[in-house]
């Protein structure tokens, strides 16, 4: 395949990974900016992401309308993708998720630091985002662009911010980078938890968090990576 | 499928759901109160989830009396359901259970307290029957309708209650609901443990917890997960 | 299938079994009495217990002696068995195993109390035996009789046996009896431990623990249960 | 299969069992030292483990060059097996990876220490290497055979080294010696993390450490598991 199919497959393949991994279960969604037009960006319509085809994906503008909705239910939440993508012009592709891992560090002041190299490219820090803060009582939904743009603000030029009682959200320059981070992000966390056990815990230096941050996003690295997910996940060509 | 047909199959496929998701093993079960006779309700022979099938489907009176027997074996506990039943117009589905992640709550003073937005439903507080106040020592299972309605009286209006060493038994107004609020019930109580090992934990609001029952039995949620589940469940309609 | 072969035919279902519910991995093993002839056991060959079939069966003397070797491997902990046969006539299967739920209780004082009532038959207390204690250093194995008749010992009237760094053994009147304790004995382990996290925890009365074992033990539950595990073993009549 | 073949396909099958057994994900490796030529050794091109046929394995001198490379790319860690099999001509096979369990160990001062008989081999102590020490900030991996050396040096003669923040590394006799210590060294960090919940920790002598290395290393022990696991890991002959 070539040009938008590829890049429509990678995010086809993206779903079957997440889910896999255990990245997102029944809900989570992630989504790619148009390549060709950046005011545009592709995700799955409402659907869990270890069933989507590439018959689901639908198109929608940064206010996150569809272009061609043909009766099709939409996640509720594509706010959190077009409030991103708005403000960050450097960001392909968002992964909303709420893998067990996170909630914890999401609902306590314990923030989430990169604790092994192969979580390079979580940044230095994580910021928490509370809905509650800027909107009171909600049902936790990011369901317009002001709770998107809100979240969006938090995230500021990170590259994954958690929300309270909710889950996280991670932004990469492709498919293939935020399905890494989103992925590294919940090991890290769940090495991180077991080490705390044990008292005082040595992380990454900022030297090395930003040398990790290069080498994980290497073809040698990520290359790898996407090979062996895409042939544990499932997918085959159709 | 349709009428009776398709409840039918929903029961058949909760079974399998639970199963699958790990919330009930060689134990547990789950009812469905007949849609057309009130005082009516249905569900497996004494089988393990896993393994139900539709023509293991058995209908009962709200007393627990076989409507025709044909020499099957019943489950031992269905005086869970009965009673509940009896005293819960509003229910039309009951699911008792042994989930792992239940038990800790069930026999120390720590609470369950939702802590994640998906587990909407689960109640502002969960209580727990300890079947030794009323009926002393015993083997710990709900034999009879006088050990139902005890347990049925801590139920209260609730949507779920635990069960001191033995589990906890979660209710809902359709098969699907009692499933959803089930499966979650064991994913909070999962995520509320890892979260208390880092100290304080914000849980929801009592605003948050109303808005998030509501937004988690709306089809947008409700309808994605029972497609997801069915699917990983691997039932076949047959 | 009847009578011995019956009998046998349990007893390799019980290796699948117990390889599939975890309790077992390359290591541990399952005997079963001769039913017709009580000086006499039977057991596989040395191989892993997922690897199990009917032509692996060997029989021995309660001495440990192979009947008929034919140059089969044979396990070298076998002493674990015969002594146990020897010294407990009311036993008619054993099994030894290294679950990772249990060796927490091998090595430090937290004794394992039932918590559960599905654990019902695990008995009101678990003893520890330390081979160091009447042999020193040693590699560990239970390797003669001797050995054998120290941990015997040590399992006294009860129906399970901790082994100091090592895991544990189980014994049961069938080889039902005897995998049904030692999978429950796994998971009241990790129960407890979870449980124990939280504080004080409520375990079960005296009258509570003879209660369960009877119930445990019953048709309703025991037959329900082997079923299931049966079936998700994989285990297909040959 | 005989001679350099049959030693090429263990180590086929030692990638396979490494990844069915979660010690390695889509990172790690392992090697194999020329069984004729001391001065060469074997691993795969630059894959996952889990993927690794025999058309992946390529030969390299002791200082990491490609003997015959045809355009393939290499692992960007291969100086930690050249290394090792520079200062240690005991050691016929590497194993380097990432197990979650073994992380913590590497970043807190809880030294791993042997607690179950199964895990025989993994020696008196296990040593932490800080790649920081001897390079400062880096991107943490054993990059060229500087770093490599520095690795091996704290190894020493040892079974193991943990890398912080990154990983371990594990040598053995053979292959299969390497993947069980492998193996066996993730076990009991899993296991050690568990009873140290509860306090004071029995652990092994310093006579049963060594009497279970020679038990873990004889073939009633290592011919069982090598069967079991590489049935497990789903391989076949081709």
Redesign the interface.
């Known amino acids: 395949m070539e040009g938008l199919d590829a890049h429509l497959e990678d995010l086809v393949i993206a779903n079957r990974i997440l889910a896999h991994e255990n990245v997102v ?3 989570g969604h992630v989504s790619l900016r148009h390549p060709e037009r950046p005011d545009r960006f592709f995700m799955s319509r ?3 992401p ?2 989507v085809t590439c018959d689901d994906i639908m198109e929608f503008d940064l206010d996150c309308n569809p272009i061609d909705q043909r009766g099709r ?1 939409m996640y ?1 939440e594509r706010a959190i993708h077009g409030a991103i993508f708005q403000a960050r012009p450097d960001v392909g592709s968002v992964v909303h998720n ?1 893998a ?2 996170i ?3 999401s ?4 923030p989430i630091r990169q ?4 979580a ?1 490219g979580i940044g230095h820090d994580v910021p928490v985002w ?1 809905i ?1 803060d800027d909107f ?6 990011v369901r317009d662009l002001m709770q998107g743009r809100s979240l969006a603000k938090t995230l500021g030029d990170k590259a994954a911010v958690l929300m ?4 996280c959200t991670v932004v990469g320059k492709t498919v293939r980078d935020a399905v890494r981070i989103a992925i590294y992000l919940m ?1 890290n966390a ?2 991180q ?16 968090i930003a ?2 941050a ?2 994980s996003a290497s073809p ?2 990520a290359d ?2 996407w ?3 895409t ?2 996940s499932g997918y085959k060509n159709p």
């Open positions: 279960d029944g809900f409402s659907r869990s270890e069933l239910v509720g709420h067990d891992e909630i914890p560090y609902v306590t002041k314990s604790i092994i190299h192969t390079g509370d509650r009171g009582d909600t049902d936790m939904l309270r009682g909710h889950g090991v769940r090495l938890t077991e080490a705390m056990r044990f008292g005082d815990v040595t992380f990454l230096s900022e030297g090395e040398a990790t290069e080498m040698l690295a790898r990576l090979e062996y997910w042939r544990r």
